[in-house]
């Protein structure tokens, strides 16, 4: 299981607590340290068979500051935006078997 997260993220810091104790093997990788490129994150929004504006942070500030409520972006904006400022992508990410999920999620129910 591979999890991108942030490490100052309580969200992130809970789900990777719960994934050890279920003692499962877990990758971990900052992706403020080591970014997403395009080609990654396209691959990434894929895998969890949303759109790329349901993956963004609302609450980040670079979120009010591009004004991306009202914005009408392509997917491709969004995605360029989000490598650009990792910020505004929703965490954690939680990659397994082809699946990836975002934000909030029970990892005890990812199989």
């Known amino acids: 299981m591979k999890v991108f ?3 100052t993220c309580i969200t992130c810091k809970k789900t990777i607590s ?7 093997d877990i990758e971990k990788r900052d992706f403020f340290k080591d970014p997403f490129s395009e080609a990654e994150l396209k691959k990434i929004v894929k895998m ?3 759109k790329p504006s349901e993956l963004l942070r609302k609450r980040d500030k670079m979120f ?6 009202n914005n009408k972006k392509t997917d491709a904006q969004i995605i360029k935006l989000m490598v650009k400022y990792p910020g505004l992508i ?3 990410i939680i990659i397994s ?11 005890a129910k990812i199989k």
Do not use: C, F, S, W
Not at 18 to 24: G, Q, S, Y
Not at 64 to 69: P, S
């Open 90 to 92: 929703l965490r954690p």
């Open 64 to 69: 009010k500051e591009l004004n991306l409520e």
């Open 18 to 24: 719960e994934i050890e104790r279920m003692r499962v």
């Open 48 to 50: 969890t068979g949303k």
């Open 5 to 7: 997260h942030k490490p």
């Open 97 to 107: 078997k082809n699946k990836a999920y975002i934000g909030k999620v029970d990892p």
